[in-house]
C-alpha cells in the first residue's frame, strides 16, 4: 500500500517512502521499541489528559487554564501526573495489542480490498478504517480497566476530605482493589460499550482521515513543485515538462506526516467529544450515587444538559483538541520511525 505508487499516474510524480508492511517487521523489535517510546509520549501528553478529566467531571465551566492554574495551586505540580503509574503500566499492554492489530488488520484488509477490484486509493481508505476500528476495540480490553482506575486517581483531590461521601484511593493498586470490592468486574468495566462506541470510530475516523491528509497534503506540495517548474523553465526547449518528479527528503515527509496527524486528530476529537465527556462521567461517577448501580447512559447525558445545556457535552474540548492533536502529531511521527527501526531489511527503504 504505497501512497507514492499511487501518485505515478499523474504527471507530477512524488517519490517518497514505501509503506512498510506488517510481513516486513521484525515483531520482537518493533513491541519492545515501541512500549519505550510511546511511554515517553504518554508522558509527555498527560498532563491534557489530567485537565480534561477534570473539566469533564465538573458542575461548572472553567477554562482550561483557570482550571490548570487552580490544580496546581491547590495540589502542586504532582497533581498534573496523578494516576501516571496505572495509566503507563496499563498503556504498554495496551498499545502492543492495539500495534499488533493495526498491522494485521490493514495488511490483509488491504490486500483482500485490491483482490476485490477496488482501487488502490479506495483500498487504502477502507484499510486503514478498518484498522484503526479493530486496533481500537482490540486495546479496549486493557484501556477500559486502566482509565477507570487512573480517572479515579485523576479527580480525587490530594488530602483526604472526611465529610466526601465518595471514596478516596491510596494509589492504583487500592483503587483497583477497591472497585472491584465494591462492584466486581463490572465496576473495572464501567463505560466499556460507550468507550467502544467512542474510541472505534474515532480511530476508524481518525486513520481514514489521515490517509486522505497526506494525499490532499502530497497533491497540494506537487502542483506547488510543479507550478515552479513551470515557471523556472518556461522557454527552455523542453518547455518545463522534462522532469517532473518530485522527489521529497526525509524532513519534508515527517512534516506532512505531523500535519496530516494533527488535522485528522482535531477532526476526531470534535466529533467524538461528546461522547468522550459522557463515558468519563460513566467512569467516575461512584456507583451509590444512584441506588448500587452506576447512572446510566441516558441519566448522565440528562444530567450534562441540565448542568450546562447541550454545551456540556463539549467541556474539555480545547484540552482534548489539543491533546489528540499533539498525541497524533507525535504518535504517528513516532509510529513511523519505529516501523523503520523495526523493519528486517533496513536496505530496502533507502531506495
Not at 481508505?125 to 480490553?141: D, E, F, H, P
Not at 506540495?221 to 523556472?232: D, H, L, R
Request: proline letters at 4%.
Amino acid at each position: 500500500m504505497n501512497l507514492g505508487a499511487a501518485e505515478e499516474e499523474s504527471p507530477q510524480e512524488i517519490h517518497i517512502p514505501a509503506e512498510i508492511d506488517w510481513q516486513m517487521l521484525d515483531k520482537s523489535k518493533f513491541f519492545f521499541l515501541g512500549a519505550a517510546l510511546f511511554s515517553g509520549v504518554s508522558a509527555s501528553l498527560y498532563p491534557m489528559v489530567v485537565l480534561k478529566t477534570r473539566q469533564q467531571v465538573a458542575h461548572s465551566q472553567l477554562s482550561c487554564i483557570r482550571t490548570a492554574f487552580s490544580l496546581v495551586r491547590h495540589e502542586g505540580f504532582r497533581a498534573l501526573y496523578r494516576g501516571f503509574g496505572t495509566s503507563l503500566m496499563g498503556t504498554i499492554p495496551a498499545r502492543a495489542l492495539y500495534m499488533g492489530a493495526l498491522e494485521i488488520t490493514k495488511s490483509y484488509v488491504g490486500t483482500a480490498t485490491i483482490k476485490v477490484g477496488f482501487p488502490e486509493t479506495t483500498a487504502a481508505t477502507i484499510a486503514n478504517a478498518a484498522a484503526g476500528l479493530s486496533a481500537a476495540m482490540a486495546a479496549q480490553l486493557v484501556w477500559t480497566p486502566v482509565d477507570v482506575v487512573s480517572q479515579r486517581l485523576m479527580v480525587q483531590p490530594s488530602y483526604n476530605n472526611p465529610n466526601s461521601s465518595s471514596t478516596h484511593y491510596i494509589n492504583g493498586i487500592d483503587a483497583f482493589r477497591k472497585i472491584l470490592n465494591a462492584d466486581g468486574l463490572r465496576g473495572l468495566y464501567r463505560g466499556f460499550g460507550i468507550s467502544i462506541l467512542t474510541y472505534a470510530p474515532s480511530n476508524a475516523v481518525w486513520w481514514a482521515s489521515y490517509y486522505v491528509a497526506q494525499r490532499l497534503v502530497w497533491g497540494g506540495i506537487g502542483c506547488c513543485y510543479y507550478a515552479k517548474k513551470v515557471q523556472v523553465d518556461e522557454g527552455n526547449e523542453n518547455g518545463g515538462y522534462g522532469n517532473n518528479v518530485y522527489k521529497p527528503d526525509s524532513k519534508t515527509v515527517i512534516a506532512v506526516q505531523g500535519a496530516s496527524a494533527a488535522m485528522a486528530g482535531s477532526i476526531s476529537a470534535l466529533i467524538t467529544m461528546p461522547l468522550d465527556t459522557i463515558k468519563t462521567r460513566l467512569q467516575v461517577l461512584d456507583g451509590d450515587e444512584n441506588g448500587r448501580r452506576g447512572p446510566t447512559i441516558g441519566q448522565t447525558l440528562r444530567n450534562l444538559v441540565r448542568e450546562g445545556g447541550w454545551t456540556a457535552c463539549y467541556r474539555g474540548l480545547a484540552p482534548r483538541c489539543a491533546s489528540m492533536s499533539m498525541s497524533a502529531t507525535t504518535m504517528i511521527t513516532t509510529y513511523e520511525f519505529l516501523k523503520r527501526l523495526s523493519t528486517k531489511n533496513q536496505e530496502s527503504l533507502s531506495s
